[in-house]
T-cell receptor, first 111, second 111 residues
Framework: DTAVSQTPKYLVTQMGNDKSIKCEQN?????MYWYKQDSKKFLKIMFS???????INETVPNRFSPKSPDKAHLNLHINSLELGDSAVYFC??????????FGPGTRLTVL | KQEVTQIPAALSVPEGENLVLNCSFT??????LQWFRQDPGKGLTSLLL?????REQTSGRLNASLDKSSGRSTLYIAASQPGDSATYLC??????????FGTGTRLQVFP
């Protein structure tokens, strides 16, 4: 069984479109995260949710809106996509301040 | 502001060598430190987690140490194998429960 899963794996879209990435974890963790890995392979946190409540919002543009319908799911919706949004987006989960487990990533390409 | 640096950026060694990857961080007020491996085009696999109160952790051929006061961690890989080829990332967790990642060490082990 996959612990942290993301869909889709690849996403290719035009500038200005709106897209969503979904994440699910079956580990029973309370906390979920979104990280972004840029073209230079540098990873940086974007958001974290604890039990459906937003905990961390790292000065990400308002075009990015996370939503957590329940503690096993964390989705990321991106409005008005820009070229600079092209990256790999990783979802992760953990119990608070414990080991974080990452999903396989979603490679977003904005044309 | 926490900054995490990994040295070397890249390493190429023959199979069988023991090797050490270095990670340094600027703020010693950390909760834990986590080592990951990332294969090309893949997600992150958690290797070891060291709590701030611990000095080292071992898993198979991997041993990670932590010296919080000097802001350093090392990942020791014994008897390296071609299958160990990957990028190794260290990440520091402060009391805000977000991982601050280093820039990674790209390891190649050749037969």
């Amino acid at each position: 069984d996959t612990a942290v899963s993301q869909t889709p794996k690849y996403l290719v879209t035009q500038m200005g479109n709106d897209k969503s990435i979904k994440c699910e974890q079956n580990l029973g963790h309370d906390t979920m995260y979104w990280y972004k890995q840029d073209s230079k392979k540098f990873l940086k946190i974007m958001f974290s949710y604890n039990n459906k409540e937003l905990i961390i919002n790292e000065t990400v543009p308002n075009r990015f809106s996370p939503k957590s319908p329940d503690k096993a799911h964390l989705n990321l919706h991106i409005n008005s996509l820009e070229l600079g949004d092209s990256a790999v987006y990783f979802c992760a989960s953990s119990q608070v301040s414990h080991e974080q487990f990452f999903g396989p990533g979603t490679r977003l390409t904005v044309l | 502001k926490q900054e995490v640096t990994q040295i070397p950026a890249a390493l190429s060694v023959p199979e069988g060598e023991n090797l050490v990857l270095n990670c340094s961080f600027t703020d010693s007020a950390i909760y834990n430190l986590q080592w990951f491996r990332q294969d090309p085009g893949k997600g992150l696999t958690s290797l070891l987690l060291i709590q701030s109160s611990q000095r080292e952790q071992t898993s198979g051929r991997l041993n990670a140490s932590l010296d919080k006061s000097s802001g350093r961690s090392t990942l020791y890989i014994a008897a390296s194998q071609p299958g160990d080829s990957a990028t190794y990332l260290c990440a520091v967790n402060g009391n805000t429960d977000k991982l601050i990642f280093g820039t990674g060490t790209r390891l190649q082990v050749f037969p």
